[in-house]
């Protein structure tokens, strides 16, 4: 089946830094979605990107999606102990179902 | 609550046993999905319903049987499992199997413990 790599597996990061997780594919996506996971919790949904060279913002989280729609980014800026968690995207290609990446495990120092 | 409900949260059963997962959607989707969460693994699609009707199994063992009675409630019946199957078991709905917008909506998933 189609997959999607995510990197890094694991990022530390002082608090106050920038964090940035990148998911890349070889084919072109429909669309790609990204959710965070917090430590002993369940994924939630942030946002889809749809468009080629679609970026979105929410306050400090910044989600692009590349010219080719084959990768895409989520970017933090200024990282809070709040932004703890596993971070995955899930691309869709055609009209199949969901894949997820492997996910980014973000621990920030305080 | 996320609108999407499992239970229960924990659970520890032998391999000899028959157990069962339970999901509840009151969010009006017609899309409901299984997951398996182990550690260091990516989440792992097991089933897909679609209005009712089993449109994926994705290469499952037969230990899991999966139930839909309706486009609301969601079963993962387990039977003789082995230790390995530990792991956490996440339900998810979305509008439909394809082009929703919003994205799934996970429950809080099932923890479980095969000794």
């Known amino acids: 089946g189609q997959q999607v790599m995510q990197i890094p597996q694991y990022q530390h990061v002082q608090e106050g830094e920038d964090f940035t997780t990148y998911c890349n594919s070889s084919t072109t996506l429909s669309n790609i979605q990204w959710y965070k996971q917090r430590p002993g919790g369940h994924p939630v949904f942030l946002i889809q990107?749809?468009?080629?060279?679609e970026v979105k913002k929410q306050k400090r989280l910044t989600f692009q999606f590349g010219e080719a729609k084959k990768n895409s980014s989520l970017h933090i800026t200024a990282t809070q102990t709040t932004d703890v968690g596993t971070y995955f995207c899930?691309?869709?290609?055609?009209?199949?179902?969901?894949?997820f990446g492997t996910g980014t495990r973000l621990t920030i120092i305080p | 609550e996320t609108g999407v409900t499992q239970t229960p949260r924990h659970l520890v059963m032998g391999m000899t046993n028959k157990k069962s997962l339970k999901c509840e959607q009151h969010l009006g989707h017609n899309a409901m999905y299984w997951y398996k969460q182990s550690a260091k693994k990516p989440l792992e699609l097991m089933f897909v319903y679609n209005f009712k009707e089993q449109t994926e199994n994705n290469s499952v063992p037969s230990r899991f049987s999966p139930e839909c009675p309706n486009s609301s409630h969601l079963f993962l019946h387990l039977h003789t499992l082995q230790p390995e199957d530990s792991a956490l078991y996440l339900c998810?709905?979305?509008?439909?199997?394809?082009?929703?917008?919003?994205?799934?909506?996970f429950g809080s998933g099932t923890r479980l413990t095969v000794v």
């Open positions: 990107l749809v468009k080629s060279g």
């Open positions: 998810a709905s979305s509008q439909s199997t394809q082009g929703q917008r919003y994205g799934y909506t």
């Open positions: 899930a691309a869709r290609f055609g009209n199949e179902k969901l894949t």
